[in-house]
C-alpha cells in the first residue's frame, strides 16, 4: 500500500485499499482507524466513479469543445489536463488546471460548463469537491465531505448535486453524498446494507439516480434511487464484473463500461436486457460523450491515453496522449 504524503487529521481519516484487479475472490484488510490511511484508486481495482449524467443540459456557447482529463496520483498534486476536442494529431493540452489536492478518480462537468473534480484529499487535508470555471478557470467553490473518499459526481435537474464515496470513514461501507442546490456541507447520505465500495453515480432526464457498487464479497450490482430518495432498489440482471462510471444519452440509454472485460456496454430502460457491447483498446474506467452525442471520449488507464470511439457505432477513431505521465482515469467532454 502507498501512503500520501499529507498528514491527516483524526477526523479527515477515511479507508483505503489497493486493488490489483479483484474482479472477485480478493481480500481486503481494513487498516487501522487510527492510522494514517491509503486512497483507492478506482483504476486499481477496475471499476470507475464518476461519473457525469448531465446529457440533458445546453451550455452556454462561450464554452470551448474541449475534453478534461485527470491521473490518478497519490503521492503529489496532478494537474487536470485540458484539450482541444478532435485532438487527432495528438497536439497538447491547450490550458491546466493545478489541482491542488490528491487521488482524483473521475470527473464531471455542469450546465454550466464548469469542472468539477472530487479530490481523495483535498489541499486542507480532508476530502472534498472543488469547481472550477470553463476553460481552465478560477476556483469557484468547494464541496466538504467528510464522510468518505469522493470519486465521482452527477447533477439533477433541480440542481441537486450527488457524490459517491468509494468507502466510508474507518472502513465502513460508501455511501453517496447529496448536496441541495447551491449547499456547500452534505445534505444528507444514500446508503445500502449491500454497499462496501460504491463505484460510481449516475442520473436519467427523469432525476432517478442509478449507482453501481460491490458488496463485501466483490459481486456487484446496480441500485436505483428513484428521485435520488432511500430505499434503493436492485436493477434485475445487471451483470458486469467491474462497472465503471454510469451516463446516459438522449434516449436515457444506459453507457457504462466493464474495466475487466474492457468493453462498453449500453443498455436500453429499464436496464434488465443484454446490453449492445464494444470492444475498448484497454481498461477504461469513465466514458464521456460530446454535446452532439456523436463521439464518446474514454480514459485508458492500460495505455496511459485518451481514446475517442464513434456513438453510437462504437468504432474506434483515434488517441491522444501528449503530456499523459500517470494512470489516466477521469474523463470528460465539454460542452455537455
Not at 8 to 27: E, I, K, N, Y
Not at 74 to 92: H, R
Request: glycine share 10%; hydrophobic share 35%; with cysteine.
Amino acid at each position: 500500500m502507498h501512503t500520501p504524503h499529507r498528514t491527516r487529521t483524526a477526523a479527515a481519516l477515511f479507508v483505503a485499499a489497493t486493488f490489483a484487479g479483484c474482479s472477485g475472490g480478493a481480500s481486503y484488510a481494513p487498516p487501522n482507524a487510527t492510522a494514517a490511511s491509503t486512497l483507492v484508486s478506482l483504476g486499481s481495482m477496475g471499476a470507475a466513479a464518476p461519473n457525469r449524467s448531465q446529457l440533458r443540459f445546453v451550455d452556454p456557447a462561450a464554452v470551448k469543445a474541449q475534453v478534461s482529463v485527470a491521473s490518478y496520483d497519490t503521492t503529489a498534486s496532478a494537474p487536470v489536463l485540458v484539450f482541444a476536442a478532435g485532438n487527432k494529431n495528438n497536439k497538447p493540452a491547450t490550458c491546466t488546471i493545478a489541482s491542488t489536492g490528491e487521488g482524483i478518480n473521475t470527473l464531471g462537468v455542469d450546465s454550466a460548463g464548469n469542472l468539477w473534480v472530487p479530490e481523495g484529499l483535498g489541499a486542507n487535508g480532508s476530502p472534498d469537491i472543488v469547481e472550477f470555471k470553463p476553460n481552465c478557470g478560477a476556483l469557484v467553490t468547494t464541496l466538504a465531505d467528510s464522510n468518505g473518499q469522493p470519486a465521482g459526481i452527477a447533477f439533477s435537474s433541480k440542481g441537486i448535486t450527488y457524490v459517491n464515496n468509494i468507502l466510508g470513514p474507518s472502513s465502513t461501507g460508501g455511501n453517496v453524498a447529496v448536496y441541495a442546490k447551491g449547499a456547500k456541507k452534505t445534505t444528507k447520505y444514500l446508503t445500502n446494507a449491500n454497499f462496501f465500495l460504491v463505484a460510481g453515480v449516475g442520473v436519467d432526464s427523469k432525476d432517478d439516480l442509478y449507482v453501481p457498487y460491490y458488496d463485501s464479497s466483490y459481486a456487484t450490482g446496480l441500485l436505483l434511487f428513484a428521485g435520488g430518495k432511500m430505499p434503493g432498489k436492485p436493477v434485475k440482471n445487471f451483470a458486469l464484473v467491474n462497472p465503471g462510471a454510469p451516463t446516459f444519452d438522449k434516449k436515457d440509454d444506459l453507457i457504462i463500461t466493464d474495466d475487466s472485460n474492457q468493453t462498453l456496454n449500453v443498455y436500453a430502460p429499464p436496464y434488465t436486457g443484454k446490453p449492445k457491447t464494444y470492444p475498448l483498446k484497454g481498461s477504461s474506467p469513465q466514458c464521456s460523450l460530446d454535446k452532439a452525442q456523436a463521439t464518446l471520449a474514454c480514459g485508458d488507464k492500460t495505455n496511459t491515453s485518451v481514446d475517442v470511439y464513434g456513438y453510437p457505432s462504437g468504432k474506434y477513431m483515434y488517441s491522444f496522449n501528449k503530456g499523459l505521465a500517470a494512470t489516466v482515469i477521469g474523463t470528460v467532454q465539454s460542452p455537455i
